[in-house]
């Protein structure tokens, strides 16, 4: 799906991946990716919205619009809504449209325009942003933009992870994510999770919730399993299987030993030592 993306684009739908974690949200919402345009793309972002000021009144509007709740293990995929999907769709629309052969962070912008009814297509008229005139600017592309430097080919090579071979892109990009900032790993025996159950069989890691017991059930040890966030091998209790009963967790994610080991405990390990993966 993301083939066209350039890596800041790809890094965009990662941390709106990211944000929508951080809220306890069940989806990735419009919100969650202008969240993520701000956070990847500095230059896009102080463009058009001028100061930081304007920047941080979106992420102070977007969390008294928001409902929070227990953060939510990247680990997890996340689905994207409806209508983000529609701005993913404008996105690539728009990049045809002015004969762009990527699709950058620029284009997601003008997704989140066309989508005029959403959450961040408001927030981003109330800031003076108008669909034609970006189009304009990015026609034009007279200031430094994605889609005026060549973007390198990446190199794919096979990377072993269990005796599975992965693409080595999609790992990097996972890889890069945690590095990204400073996490805290320590190793753990995985256990099951407690869940509650709303009246609609939606489920919640806040167990909190269950106080309220006319509208949800506590099931205490239902979560029996999860994966590891970079190569999605499965975690689960076990003292029989050490590969799949004990991992490394920031107190939110988990990653297998194997992963840990390789691309978190020591130096970059697509820089220091498969400086061949772009």
């Not at 009144?57 to 809504?81: A, N």
């Not at 989140?112 to 034609?132: D, M, S, V």
């Not at 059930?217 to 076990?238: F, M, N, P, V």
């Not at 009963?245 to 994610?253: A, K, L, S, V």
Request: proline share 4%; with cysteine.
């Amino acid at each position: 799906m993301f083939e066209r993306y350039t890596e800041k684009a790809r890094r965009t739908i990662f941390f709106a991946r990211y944000e929508a974690s951080q809220f306890g949200s069940p989806y990735i919402e419009s919100e969650h990716l202008l969240l993520g345009l701000l956070r990847e793309d500095k230059v896009l972002t102080n463009r058009f919205l001028r100061s930081y000021g304007a920047v941080a009144s979106i992420r102070k509007q977007i969390e008294g619009h928001s409902t929070v709740r227990e953060k939510v293990s990247t680990s997890i995929d996340l689905p994207l809504t409806d209508e983000c999907k529609r701005v993913l769709k404008y996105a690539s629309d728009e990049a045809e449209q002015l004969s762009h052969k990527h699709i950058g962070t620029e284009h997601l912008m003008l997704g989140l325009l066309r989508e005029e009814r959403c959450f961040a297509a408001e927030l981003l008229r109330e800031r003076g942003l108008a669909i034609e005139q970006l189009r304009e600017e990015f026609a034009k592309a007279t200031w430094p933009s994605e889609f005026s430097r060549p973007i390198p080919k990446l190199r794919r090579i096979p990377l072993e992870i269990h005796g599975c071979a992965m693409d080595s892109e999609y790992i990097r990009g996972r890889v890069n994510g945690f590095r990204k900032f400073k996490w805290h790993w320590h190793k753990s025996p995985w256990k099951a999770r407690d869940l509650v159950v709303d009246k609609d069989g939606k489920i919640s890691f806040d167990v909190t919730l269950s106080a309220e017991t006319q509208n949800f059930t506590l099931i205490q040890g239902s979560w029996k399993e999860d994966r590891c966030a970079i190569c999605h091998w499965e975690l689960y209790e076990s003292k029989d299987k050490p590969d799949h009963g004990i991992g490394h967790t920031n107190g939110r994610d988990w990653v297998c030993t194997e992963c840990y080991e390789t691309f978190l405990s020591g130096p970059d390990f697509f820089a220091s030592i498969h400086p061949e993966i772009t």
